[in-house]
């Protein structure tokens, strides 16, 4: 699911706006509104595995490059989005602190089966295979979609669509797997994909916008955003694969539990519709979170 630096020309400003550094009304109204940070809940407080209860802090991994869910802010360094703000609240509910730290979004399920993270909230689509090493507390309902170039260019508006056509994506998400099958098929009618695989999705955007790829593949919250950013000189597909995003926990170390509740109370509280509407991402809410949902 989940920088090229131009010379200073109109491309400097597409770059800019692509890695979250532009400006717009609607992005700035996003990312300084502010929402009240909870109160601590002493019932599902007590639910905290003890290890980490008496660490009090929890160690939340991202891969930052997924703007509007999670993103590095104009000081270069501070991990900011929707995620990053849901886990905050959810900690506060716990009874926790918690620090959000940048990762490649491949390093954090294996550094939460080692012990090195607490919680990943990186875009997580929750997964039966992914299921197999982690827990996940699901949050949100999230589609996938396709972004080009508005003039000139394929339109696609399904997977088959993407047959015969240069398409970026970021390695180690469910758009890859998926556009990995729908290759096998290109193939066999001699129109394969020429897929263009990065390690982040600023550089994935990029290659759209640079001219290397005709398609960015990735979730349909982060094309969205990248079309409140450039405006009329891209146009999004239509949404479609919707699957449920998860918060990923250690397997079976027993944070499942409190962190659904904990969940529960933002959602009874309006906080997480709360932190939705700051993100634009309200027509993602779920009512009915659960422990390990995945569809497939």
Known sequence: MRKLVALISGAMLAVALLTGCG?????STASTATVATPSVNASIAAQ????????????????????????????GHT????????????????????TV?????????????????DVGASSFTDTKEREKTVDFVTYLSVGQAFLTKANGGPKPNTLADLCGHKVSVEKGTVELEEAEKQNTKCKAA?????????????????ALSSGRAEIDYADSPIIAYQVRKLGVSVRSSPTFGAAPYGLALPKG????????EALKVLMANGSYTAILKKWELQSAAITSPVINGAKS
């Open 23 to 27: 400006s717009s009304k609607s992005s």
């Open 48 to 75: 905290v595995p003890g290890a980490i209860k008496s660490k009090g802090t929890l160690t939340v991994a991202s891969e930052a490059e997924y703007a509007p869910n999670e993103f590095i802010a104009p000081d």
């Open 79 to 98: 991990v900011i989005g929707m995620d990053p703000d849901l886990v905050k609240a959810l900690g506060a509910v716990m009874g926790l602190k918690t």
């Open 101 to 117: 730290v940048h990762s490649t979004f491949e390093a954090i399920i294996p550094g939460l089966a080692a012990g090195r993270y």
């Open 190 to 206: 001699g129109k394969p994909i020429t897929l263009l695989i990065f390690p982040g999705q600023n550089d994935a955007n990029l």
């Open 253 to 260: 170390n027993g944070m499942a539990k409190p962190v659904l």
